[in-house]
């Protein structure tokens, strides 16, 4: 079981989370057409390594997470709220 | 022969007394940027809004924070709709104001067994040291979302009313081993008699 | 025990040597092999129980296994595979062959593990895997045929032909497979459970001398302890060996001096599930089940920052022929039967060993009184059998045990050289074996450690450090009792240390010095005629695993699965390691090259019950109950389970359709009152919350007026519908969502998630007021004239208050917010108030409508309207249907993006012989429709062109009518289909119509 350390309400049990998908694909513009958006919906890698997911802390403050996490042993390098995650990634 | 054992002598006291709290619920939810405004605000109308995972308590009222730039704030039962409209027009411009009075059941648990009956369905770290007095966080037990509280004066837990009826059959199961007493209503004003912050 | 029965035989007859001096006399203990009182064993409180219909005796403290043994019987199973005899083997949680059935006031239940089942006043047991009787087994003859039965033999032989398998072969292989057999009547109520919680900063995994002194020195460092042990006490090795007794009370007296320090005994550590956490199933006593409602099992979930795995180390077997036969046992599990029950497992055992630990067993018995028929011993001295000889025992070095012969038990050890060549025949009742120690290993693995072989120890040894956590004691290979509590300590410093605890409290009191020993020779199997065992309760031979490898499945996890070597309950916890040295043999490869077999969680079998928890039955999910529900309880309504809500279905208790369509008509002809506070709503405000709903809905509502309300559909990004629901404008900045019942909660982590990530920047906030809002419909005709006078100040005509008007105001007094928004295909209201005052309100409206007869109807007769206008469920809101397939495409909004925009666009989900909604009627007014038929074609009966979404009898129309998802449906339009339901033998034929069936040009609505 995973315990992820929300920056809001502390260590909490995965169950109290809901796993919204790859943090890893981003919405593309409206404009950018179906193979943009079916490679947004359909298309993951499946990395044996570090993975940015998105976790909704539904039982908590409610939040969008971005949580890096080793596919292999689990660890969570880093927790982030969704807004900071996606304002680096646009700085980026 | 044994080592020491996990467990008490079965004891016939009150391990825990439950009272059903009624109390209206505005919920100040800060628009975006806003939160600054929203806390002066509040401040100027005498009630401190307290920072995430902890309680405050003034004038016969609670504020809990327990989701961020957020505040529930508790007071005593008003008529319909009064509770809001104050708040509503108050801070239009910083925070939306939601009544949540109905949507919320409270009660008050109080004894020493809390802990060992709340451990039975709250995942959360309960010790003393862990969870000391004013703090609160939002968090499920009995797969019910709840609002968890510890005040000088007990505990205070708010969950979902369409569930309340589940949760209190769920608490009345779990907590009979304990010696479980119900109690009569208690007020805010009682909860909120000092400062926790 | 004075009441045993006399003819109560213990096998070994009167011609063996009589019990030593220092036995107590047979009457005052009960069993006749129970020679002294034992550590744990209450010789003042005799219990009674049953096995197999014998009445025995035994005594408080005893395990099953302890009172059994006590009372000379040793055969207590048969085997899985070989139906062949099989005793007691060891005294612990390990134990791979005695596993019963007890028969309770709740029924039968299976796989009970005699070694650590405690022994209760009537406890009534039964020998499992037997057929008709122990004794005599009719499917013992699989023994016989066992050179028939290899290795894959399932996989080999029943191939063909395929029709066989479902008909004969599965059949047969069920009968004879399994081991207990579940009660055929399942209890009526549940066994209760429950799960605690628990935080710890240390987790101590084991109290022996290893556990218990981290468990001192991190209690003295004011840390939050947990210290576990599967034993009924803590203790360890010390319950076994005098010397230790006082350092052992001086230790458990000082933990309670430490408040954050707790000590659960009868708790097996289950399984390490990463991030520290921990499972552990809690065994009550007696005295504590009764206070727990009779809770037997007490689930555990154990959050630790760290945690020490002090779990020792397991005795292993050593494999030769006959080494299954009952009276073959451990040699610790025959110490831990004299030290801790008084029980000796023989009058005159042997003894097979290879290391100088196990010599315990030897010096114990001779101790007590117990004559030795003499030790066999790979190595041709050592330190330990010196001792032994001083004692009087016969060692017999550089020997081996080749054969054990017995008709049901042991009654003679044949011995043999190194070479093979028999030496001779020793007379024995018991023989006690022991082939070394295997480090408890499967949670270091478990928590990534990793193994390196260890050739002085001939084990597989975890590395002493793991995430978050340390290995310490015989789990490492650190053996002997002072060594491992040295051990112990060290790594307690070394974790306070890491949590930044000063670990400079008083130490444990000095322990007693460990003795010198010999090395042990490793020895796996004495390779001789007849099945040496592996794996016990799987019953695999050396031979099998041989056979594996030959036939090319060399690699230890492919051999694990062909043999089925390490797969059952036990996880081959005894033969492990000797399956995978048999294995490397077979290959001609060094042992450390094959490994050993991961053990997984569980560590033991725990019931499903504890796992539960007290989520079962009406717990088993919450059920959400609506303000009013005690009302519609005592209005006489049947409740319907949707999702999780209780709603009323219909205001009847009897079944059938007619109180439903009385219900229906009522709302038709006149006005009906329902209560749709299951609804979900969803509170949206913000300067940018107009924005933020045009990206959500598929259709626009920035357009949307104040005052005004829309019904709108939302997409998944693929393109799917994922909800529908009517949406309002209260303020400029105000808006509120009602989604359908069983997406409410989908419905705002969706917004949720899109709010924070896709239009992160947007000023919106959202509040879940579901539980808020009591809401009611009011249906039909007469409705405006039944809210009218409770709404004072608002005008309702048609005019003033138009259909999809929303606006706040009073309510009977209350203040609330009233919509004109119809579900039913009528004029119709929308009521919501807050939920504390909605009997007020609700109680107000039928008052109000006592004139016009307005009747509260439920949730079959909400269906039945909502089918004949062809308005949609989450039975057509399925997942799989587009906006276009139920007829929605006009509302796709054609500028602005919005979350399913891109992909609703692709060519398949536009095709036009995609599923599309209609409407359906029998041609024949009689017939009745059901849901899931399958539609086709007369011509063509066995292609189905679609489904039935929805039928209901009408109100509106004669017969059935229903709502369908067919193929090209909107160009059927006039068709004759078939409607088929193979399971119900049906078939009608229908007419296809559009799907808004009743009042098409929403004239009612609007009136």
Known sequence: MLRIPCPWCGVRDESEFRYRGDATRLRPSAEAGIDAFTAYVYQRDNPCDWHSEWWLHVAGCRRLLRVVRHTLTHEIRSVEPAADALAAERAR | MSGPESTTAPDTRAGITCAPLAV???????????????????????????????????????????????????????????????????????????????????????????RDVL????????????????????TSMAQVPVVLSMLPAGWLLLTPSSTARHFREWLTATATPFGFVSAAGVTVASLSGESTQ | MAGVPGKLRFSLGSRRSPIGASAISRGALAGPARISSGALTDPSRPFRFRFDGRELAGLAGDTLASALLANGVRQVGRSFKYHRPRGIVTAGPEEPCALVDVIGSSGREPNWIATTLPLQQGLVAESQNRWPTLRFDLRAVADRLGRFLPAGFYYKTFMTPGWAWERLYEPIIRRAAGLGRLAAVVPVHADPAETVHEHADVLIVGAGTCGLAAAHRLGAAGLRVILVDQDVAAGGGTLLDARWSSWRKSVCA?????????????????????????????????????????LRERLHVIRARQVLLASGALERLIAFPGNDMPGVMLAGAGLSYLKRYGVAVGRRPALFLNNDEAYEAVFALAAAGVQCAGVIDPRPDSRAAARARTLGVAVHGGAMVGAVHGRREVETVTIIEPDGRRRFVLEADALLISGGYTPASALATQLGATL??????????????????????????????????????AAACAIAAELGRAADGASCPEPPPDAEASPLRALWEVRARGKAFVDLQNDVTADDIRLAAQEGYEQLEHMKRYTTFGMATDQGRLGGLVGCAVLASARGVPLPEVGLLRARPFAQPIPFAALAGPEVREHYRPRRRLPLHEWHESAGATFVTTGLWLRPLVYARESGWSPVLDEARAVRKCAGLTDVSTLGKIDVQGSDAARFLDLIYANTFSTLAVGRARYGIMLREDGMLLDDGTTSRLAPEHFLITTTTANSTAVLEHLEFHLQSTCAALDVLLTDVTDQWAQFALAGPRSREVVGPLVHGLELSNEAFPFMAATEGLIAGVPGRLFRISFSGELAYEIAVPAAQALTVWSALLEAGTRFDLRPYGLDALNTLRIEKGHLTTAELNGNTTADDLGLQRLLKKQGDFIGRTLAQRAGLNAAERLQLVGVRPTDRSERLRNGSQLV???????????????????????????????????????????????????????????????????????
Request: glycine fraction near 10%; charged fraction near 20%.
């Open chain 2, 24 to 114: 209206d619920v505005i919920e100040l939810a800060a628009r975006r940027e806003r939160t600054q405004v929203l806390k002066a605000l509040a401040a100027r109308r005498g009630l401190p809004l307290p920072a995430l995972g902890w309680v405050a308590a003034a004038r016969s009222t609670l504020v809990l924070a327990a989701r961020p730039e957020r505040w529930l704030v508790l007071s005593a039962p008003a008529p319909p709709g009064v509770a809001l409209s104050s708040w509503r027009s108050a801070c239009a411009a910083c925070a939306a104001a939601i009544e949540l009075s109905s949507a919320l059941s409270a009660l008050h648990l109080a004894g020493p067994a809390v």
């Open chain 2, 119 to 138: 451990a039975r369905g709250c995942r959360l770290d309960l010790h003393p040291a862990a969870f000391v007095p004013g703090s609160t966080a939002a």
């Open chain 3, 937 to 1007: 074609a007369r011509e063509a009966p066995d292609v189905s062109l679609g489904y039935l979404t929805s039928a209901t009898p009408s109100v509106e129309f004669e017969g059935w009518v229903g709502l369908a998802l067919l193929s090209g449906g909107r160009q059927r339009l006039g068709q004759r289909l078939l409607a088929c339901s193979p399971i119900h033998k049906e078939t009608v034929e229908l007419q296809i119509l559009g799907s808004h069936m009743l009042d098409p040009e929403n004239a009612r609505v609007r009136s």
């Open chain 3, 452 to 489: 390196a072989w260890d050739e002085s120890l001939a084990a597989f040894i975890p590395d002493a450090a793991v995430a978050a956590g340390r290995i310490a004691g015989g789990a490492r290979g650190v053996f002997g009792l002072a060594a491992a509590a040295r051990d112990g300590d």
């Open chain 3, 254 to 294: 000082a933990l309670p001096q430490w408040p954050a320090l707790r000590c659960l005994t009868r708790t097996t550590l289950l399984g390490a599930y990463g991030h520290g956490v921990f499972g552990a199933l809690e065994t009550l006593t007696p005295q504590e089940s009764a206070r727990f409602g009779g």
